[in-house]
């Protein structure tokens, strides 16, 4: 995520201790893929694609960019 603003190293949340799942600031896969998007400089929303007569996104209905504001503050 160089030259999206993102500091190397950082962590973010913490898991159990056998490293299987999120104990704490969980980050749903949407999320993910929205907060590099807008890293990129894209809007999520506006990336479409037609299949099967419906609109499909890489994020699907969801997508929130609340990570990016948490990956550059440090």
């Given at each position: 995520?160089?030259?999206?603003?993102?500091?190397?190293?950082?962590?973010?949340?913490?898991?159990?201790?056998?490293?299987?799942?999120?104990?704490?600031?969980?980050?749903?896969?949407?999320?993910?893929?929205?907060?590099?998007?807008?890293?990129?400089?894209?809007?999520?929303?506006?990336l479409t694609y037609p299949y099967l007569?419906?609109?499909?996104?890489?994020?699907?209905?969801?997508?929130?960019?609340?990570?990016?504001?948490?990956?550059?503050?440090?």
């Amino acid at each position: 995520m160089a030259g999206g603003g993102v500091k190397g190293g950082q962590v973010i949340g913490s898991t159990d201790e056998l490293g299987l799942r999120a104990a704490e600031d969980p980050v749903h896969l949407h999320d993910l893929h929205a907060t590099i998007l807008g890293l990129l400089g894209l809007d999520h929303t506006t990336l479409t694609y037609p299949y099967l007569g419906r609109d499909f996104r890489l994020t699907d209905v969801g997508g929130k960019t609340d990570l990016m504001e948490k990956l550059r503050r440090a």
